[in-house]
Structure formats: C-alpha cells, structure tokens
C-alpha cells in the first residue's frame, strides 16, 4: 500500500494550487493535515476528512457545519483511491458551490501524482531485487543455489541457456565519481528500455556488470558470445556519454555459469588495459591464453614459470630485453614487425634475441621453449 509522505502531499498542493484560484489541503488515511497552502494548517486533524474518508465519498462542509468540525473550513472533501486502497483526501477550502467545479480535477490530479509516486517505488524495489539477484549470482555462492534458482525463475533467468558477463568500466577521474554514478544509474535506465532482458547491477562508482542469457542456435558458443558482445558495444556507444570499456567473459550454462564468466571478464579486462589502454571492447576469447595462466599466480608452479624472465632481469640490459621479448610476442614473433615497432635495425633485434636465449637458457626456434618464454611473461607482468 502506498504511504502518503508529506513530501508527495505537498508536490500535490503546489502542482495543483498553479491552476484553481483555491486553497488545497492534502490528509493522510488519519484525517492529519499533511501539505496545505496555507502553512498554518500542517499537523491539524480535519474532521471532514475523517468523514470523507469514512464514507469513501465526496463530503462537502457549508459555512454552518464548519464550526461544529474540528479543523475544519468550509469547502470539499475527496477521498484519495491508489490501486483500489484508500491512501488519505484532498480538500479544497471555499463555498462548496464556487469549489465544487474543481473537486474531480484535483483528485484525479492527486491519484495521478500518487500513481506515478507508486509505480516509481516499485520500478526502483525491482531494480535493487535485480541488482541483488545479478551480485549473488556473480559472486557464486553455491550454498545460495536454491535460492538463486527462485530468483531466476522470478525473473525469466534459465540456467540452461548460455550466460555472458559483461563489465563496463566508465574511464573518469575520482573527481567525476559523483558524475560517473548519475551515467550508470541513467544507462541502466537506457538498457532496461532497449533490451528488457538484460540484468545489470552496478559494481562501484566506475563499473557496471550486465549479465545476458541467449540460444546460440547452431553457431558455436564463442562465436554467437562475440556477436552479442558487438552488438552490447554498439548499444552502450549509442547510449553512453562517458568513454568507456566493455570486456565480456566466457560464455557458457548452468548457476555457476555467470560467477566464471564474471571472474573471466574482470581479468580480461585488467590485462586488455595493460595490452592496449585505448582499446574500447575486450573479452575473455581475444586473451583465452593469458586469462586462463592467470589462476598460475601463486605457488612453486608460478616460481619456477617465472625464473626465465626473472633471468633478464639480473642483466644489466634486461629493461631493454623485456621490452624486446614482449613487442616479438605482441607482433606475433614476427621480426620485420618487431624491429619496425621497436624502431630498431632488424641486426639489432637479432642480437637482442640470442641475448635472451643466453640469459634464460632457452631456444626460441624451439616451441616448447617459446611457449615457456611467453607464459613466463605473461605472469612477470605488472
């Protein structure tokens, strides 16, 4: 049930006291005065209220019955009717024939103003169940499960269809945080309009996690997942009026399907950024490799996948050698590529090239050794 707050029953009186040359009052379901135009009224109990809204009927007051009523003056009362609930009255204050005209237009301006009031409360409740629903599911709980399975089917969610996390990351500055938040409150606005089915929930003051549901029909999982994902960021560059990335993570089914998917995205997207800072969209498939090493972080296994670069290092030209190593792995081992990038004589490379081989003890024209080089500098990396 809709609670009148003084707030809504004064947003009444100013909106409709602009068009009646009357005063207007506004009673919550006590019969107490909770807006009027004439200030001193506020906190007073109106008995023609109280009879109004005993009566669920219009009851009018004359200058000879308003003496024998508390609080009240005379004029007309109007119950006030929310979704079949009596929510409070509105009064106008004048001889009932001279107000009478107006009696229906202000209630019915009244329930409006309160229907809208009560649609947005409960557009705003279904935001944050949304919300919380997208955060446990992320987050992965599995002794929520049965729970989050109410939830899904409450909400058209089914485990079975392929799920995709997508993070939005706003690039603003911490003096923006405040504009950054108004950008994602009004984005998932705009998404809920263009795409109902979509769930998102914001994840801090700069990012957004929207989480989607499809059949990718007879396509391959990854390639319907980069479909989608184009079609999110072309979406998001119509909507959205900050710069922004967008990095989606590994598509697939079941309840723990979008807590991998989100785990995925937010690496992708640290080591999207560190690749490639101008870069707008990235995803789990584009960085599979380094996405899928970066669980080797810790342990002996990560010491010893480490010791390789780690050797580099030690030399006093290692800076250089690093530098060297990463933009031949970037160019894809090329070396008319590398050593354009590098801005360096292919000789140049050449030499830089045996120099890591005798640091670390490795051949590049082998394979296994150049796949231990390339995770190697995947997890030295900052």
Sequence with gaps: ????????????????????????????????????????????????????????????????AA????????????????????????????????????????????????????????????????????LNLIRGDAGGRPELETWARRLGLDFGRV????????????????????????LQLALLARQPALLSATTGPYDMVILDAFDPDAAP?????????????ALVQESCA????????LAARGVEAAGVSWQSARTAARIGRRRDPARTAWSHYDLALPVLLS?????????????PVARLARDRSGATLRRTLDAWFAHNESAAATAAALHIHRNTL???????????????????????LYVSALLSQD
């Design 350 to 372: 050449d030499y830089r090239l045996r120099r890591v081989e005798e640091l670390t003890g490795l051949l590049l024209a082998r394979a296994e050794d150049r796949l231990l």
């Design 295 to 307: 669980g080797l972080d810790a342990g002996w296994q990560a010491a010893q996948l480490r010791q």
């Design 67 to 134: 003496p024998h009523m508390h609080g009240a003056r005379p004029g007309i009362n109007l119950p006030l009717v929310v979704d079949g609930q009596m929510c409070g009255a509105v009064g106008l204050s004048g001889a009932p024939d001279a107000v009478r005209q107006f009696g229906e237009l202000v209630r019915l301006t009244a329930e409006m103003i309160l229907e809208q009031a009560s649609l947005a409360g409960e557009l705003q409740r279904d935001s944050r169940y949304r919300e919380t629903f997208v």
């Design 221 to 233: 999982i990854d390639t319907a997942a980069r479909r989608r994902h184009a079609a999110l960021v």
């Design 163 to 186: 799920q995709a996390v997508f993070l939005l990351e706003l690039r603003a500055g911490a003096a923006d945080a405040e504009r950054t938040i108004s950008e994602l409150q009004r």
């Design 242 to 249: 900050l710069p922004f990335t967008l990095t989606m993570g």
């Design 1 to 64: 049930m809709l609670e009148l707050s003084a707030r809504l029953a004064q947003d009444i009186v100013s909106r409709t006291m602009r068009i009646i040359p009357f005063n207007v009052n506004v009673m919550d379901a006590r019969g107490v005065i909770l807006a009027s135009g004439d200030a001193a009224r506020v906190g007073e109990l109106h008995d023609g209220a109280l009879l109004a809204l005993a009566r669920r009927a219009t009851v009018e007051v004359d200058a000879a």
